[in-house]
């Protein structure tokens, strides 16, 4: 199972050469990693994705949480969260194929950020599947370049304690 | 001056400990770094931000290249690029904040992912300058979590070498 583990740590050279040395010494896999600065200037936010079962998990924590510089660490997966990842996509787009990519952009809500005479950058959020499926459709096209940021989480449960609701948020007014 | 540089390493156990080793043994910062699968499953794409001179940046490209398992070092930023991060915000928003987060959101064209009766959680992209502008603006209501992916870079130069068209790419069609 995949787990996102959210490690809050303070911002000192060296931190995360620790956490991955941690990782790779003990054999554990890492799929995506994203450090990252806080509003607080003194720590920085790592997202470590990882699998294991629980047992796996539960060594890993402690470990983590053994290590100096460590201030928390968090499974986001042990409750439910939102998890999203943004990738930049430049695809091949000349003339007979740009109405194509503007339809797979629209039906992913996907952002053409750039344009060139063969191709498109696009800018493209979602979920692992979500992620998954507009590569899908845009593969056959040519995929030029492909940069992604790796997942990141937040918990849905707010601060209070309180679950949150499960209501249909109306999409912002478009201009 | 902001580095960003793309290390395309090969999907190996204790690359990431090497790479971020490098780093802070000669006291080079890192400011944001994410690491995670490409579409070749054999490897994995780091970007990495950093700060420093050309004569740094230099030295930490050359000592990246000297590192097994690297496959390609590029310092996008020598060129015209597209930088884009992701940010995950829970604000504040109890019933008479509600309708200020909608309008803060549709500014910055943020997307709104979840409500719950005291919070909204938001997703929003863009480049360092527009993740900073949302945040001052969502600040005074109240930010209960904050999660970053760091940012991500593509080159705006097309792999056949002529330089993108700027042009103003239109939006595509809101259902």
Redesign the interface.
């Known amino acids: 199972m995949q787990h996102v583990i ?1 490690v809050l740590v303070e911002n000192k ?2 931190v ?2 620790r956490v ?2 941690l ?3 003990r ?1 554990f ?11 607080d200037p003194s720590a920085s ?1 790592m ?1 470590i994705v990882t699998q294991g079962d629980d047992r796996i998990i539960e060594q890993i924590t402690k470990q983590l949480n053994k290590l100096v510089d460590i201030i928390k660490v968090v499974d986001i997966t042990e409750n439910e969260y ?1 998890e ?3 990738v ?1 996509i ?1 695809v091949s787009a000349r003339q007979e194929e740009r109405a194509e990519v ?1 339809r797979i ?2 039906i992913f809500r ?12 696009i ?1 493209a ?1 979602g979920d692992a599947k979500k992620i998954g499926a507009i ?1 899908d459709q845009l593969r056959p096209l040519g ?14 449960k ?3 304690g ?4 499960k ?1 249909k ?1 109306p ?5």
């Open positions: 959210s050279s060296g995360l050469s991955s040395g990782f790779s010494g054999g896999n890492i799929d995506s990693l994203s450090v990252a600065p806080t509003l936010m997202t939102i999203r990842e943004m930049l430049k503007f952009a629209d996907a952002r053409i950020l750039d344009s060139s005479s063969t191709s498109y950058t800018e959020t590569v995929i030029k370049e492909f940069m992604r940021t790796g997942r990141i989480a937040i918990a849905r707010s601060e209070s309180e679950p949150a609701e209501v948020v999409r912002p007014h478009r201009r």
